[in-house]
């Protein structure tokens, strides 16, 4: 691995982005990929993923385009001067390697689960080894499901952060361990940073609370969201968020919320949410 791209996926790490590392195993040519795109259907509002650098240190004309949100390493440096022809049939183990659209795709959905693994879109030429921090789930609203949600999502291998402004609600007597925050919803999603290896649950039934952790989502690329109601709270949700611009993100709600399983307890609508929120995030 060649430095600068060493020191990327630790900088990455550092800042706690999912990156994966893709290798070519007929000549170790590398490229990063960050899921840097939306993973749960279009959204409106979110930043364009970012245009990677090919690190030939050139900028010429020779330079080839790198697909949005990979960071080519390639393996040598290019040369000052135009090499000699004899040595044409070794220049391409020298180009930056370049990811279809496919390829791509699959390479994002593995970092998503954090699955390494060969890329079967490659024909077995390609490897993936994924660096990703641990998924997180951020619910809306420190009620009773979500006493039972959280130790389940954290068993289940997820940072859990609570945000409820009611300090009746938010103390560590109901919900002991669990990360909170106080702030308004709308303030508290801004800290917490949304991004794709993020799931954003609201439970309150409070339009106060739910919305703004509704329209922050929204806006980002978590690769869940779901909200708590029944159709005609969730027709009146769409009313409110389709007046705040967001009508062709609202298909990326899971509303009604879960898995249809039967169950009507909090602990039983708890494992219901769990289960389609571990589903959507390994069907992407």
Not at 6 to 16: G, H, T, Y
Not at 111 to 139: E, I, Y
Not at 214 to 220: E, F, K, M, T, V
């Amino acid at each position: 691995m060649k430095a600068a791209l060493f020191e990327q996926v630790f900088a990455d790490r550092r800042a706690k982005r999912p990156v994966a590392v893709v290798t070519r195993l007929a000549d170790g040519a590398q490229v990063l990929v960050h899921d840097d795109g939306p993973s749960d259907g279009a959204f409106a509002g979110a930043a364009a993923a970012p245009q990677a650098a090919v690190a030939s240190g050139g900028g010429g004309a020779g330079e080839r385009p790198v697909a949005s949100g990979e960071t080519a390493v390639p393996d040598a440096a290019a040369p000052d001067t135009a090499a000699p022809d004899a040595a044409a049939p070794d220049a391409a183990a020298s180009d930056p390697l370049a990811l279809t659209a496919e390829q791509l795709a699959e390479t994002r959905k593995r970092l998503r689960g954090d699955r390494s693994g060969m890329l079967a879109s490659s024909g077995a030429t390609l490897f993936a080894r994924c660096h990703a921090q641990a998924p997180r789930m951020v619910l809306v609203g420190a009620v009773h499901i979500a006493q039972a949600l959280a130790p389940m999502a954290a068993m289940a291998g997820y940072e859990v952060i609570v945000i409820d402004p009611r300090r009746a609600f938010a103390t560590s007597e109901r919900l002991p361990g669990v990360s909170m925050m106080t702030d308004w919803p709308d303030a508290a999603m801004d800290k917490v940073a949304l991004d794709a290896q993020t799931a954003v649950v609201t439970l309150s039934h409070d339009p106060k609370l739910d919305d703004p952790a509704l329209i922050a989502a929204l806006r980002s690329n978590a690769f869940y969201i779901g909200a708590l109601g029944s159709t005609r709270t969730h027709a009146k949700r769409v009313e409110r968020l389709t007046a705040a611009g967001l009508g062709d993100a609202i298909g990326r709600i899971r509303a009604p919320i879960g898995l249809d399983l039967g169950g009507r307890s909090p602990v039983e609508i708890a494992v219901a949410i769990l289960a389609q929120v571990i589903q959507v995030r390994y069907a992407q």
